[in-house]
């Protein structure tokens, strides 16, 4: 079973290192993921947003309801994770009363 | 060949991590170790996205003598200059969803240890069979 996870872990390592043999070089300014999409917020951001962090300006304002989103999940999370840990204390004082 | 490899190890360094973490996630049998490799898992992706934001010589995306112009003149921004902002950005939520899994996983983990008094997964498998 040990044996059989390894086996599982080395082969999908080995297929994701094949996969990097594609892979832009590290740093490199005209990869692909710099070159489409990424200089149009660089260019246009100052004039939409007037933020000079590009980063807080594409998490506020272009991607604003994805952070509303995020901040449901966190929300929820936060929420379970309350509502377990208090129904376990509930329990487990009915259970000693 | 040499030059190859100073230039893709770092996506290796990634895989090599994520496989740390995958191999805790089947193979170990405390739940909390469990927990604690997809965790590992999570930050080796996120490692690799944000490695694909670098640029050689480039600086954090925040545009420099921004307000100089007081926003009406959009002067031309050097794109090289600044790393790639959107793989920042999607990891900031991958971050978010990684803390939130992990809360509810440990709040849970903790219930699991009030109700059958371990965290070994085979022992709560016993236990459960038991009834």
Same mark, same amino acid.
């Given at each position: 079973m040990k044996i059989l996870s390894l086996m599982t872990?080395?082969?999908?390592?080995? &297929?994701?290192i094949y996969g990097t043999l594609d892979m832009p070089k590290?740093?490199? #300014?005209?990869? #692909?993921a710099s070159t489409h999409v990424s200089p149009y917020y660089l260019n246009h951001s100052l004039e939409d947003t007037a933020t000079p962090n590009v980063v807080t300006s594409v998490l506020a304002d272009y991607r604003g309801y994805d952070t509303f989103g995020e901040t449901v999940v966190i929300f929820t999370a936060g929420m379970a994770c309350i509502l377990l840990l208090k129904a376990g204390r509930k329990r487990r004082g009915n259970g000693h009363v | 060949?040499?030059?190859f490899i100073i230039s893709h190890y770092n996506y290796w360094m990634y895989i090599g991590? *994520? *496989?740390v973490g995958f191999y805790a996630m089947m193979v170990k049998r405390n739940l909390v170790k469990k927990i604690i490799g997809m965790?590992?898992?999570?930050?080796?992706?996120i490692l690799f996205y944000i490695s694909t934001s670098?640029?050689?010589?480039?600086?954090? #995306?925040?545009?420099?003598?921004?307000?100089?112009g007081h926003g009406a003149v959009a002067h031309a921004v050097d794109v090289m200059q600044y790393a790639n902002p959107l793989p920042h950005v999607l990891m900031l939520t991958a971050i978010v969803v990684m803390v939130a899994t992990m809360g509810v996983?440990?709040?849970? &983990?903790?219930?699991?240890?009030?109700?059958?008094?371990?965290?070994?997964e085979d022992e709560i498998i016993m236990a459960m069979k038991r009834g």
């Open positions: 872990v080395f082969l999908v390592g080995a &297929a994701l590290w740093g490199d #300014p005209q990869s #692909p | 060949m040499f030059e991590l *994520m *496989m965790n590992i898992f999570q930050s080796a992706i670098v640029k050689k010589g480039a600086s954090v #995306p925040i545009l420099e003598h921004a307000h100089e996983a440990l709040a849970v &983990a903790i219930m699991i240890y009030k109700r059958y008094h371990t965290l070994e």
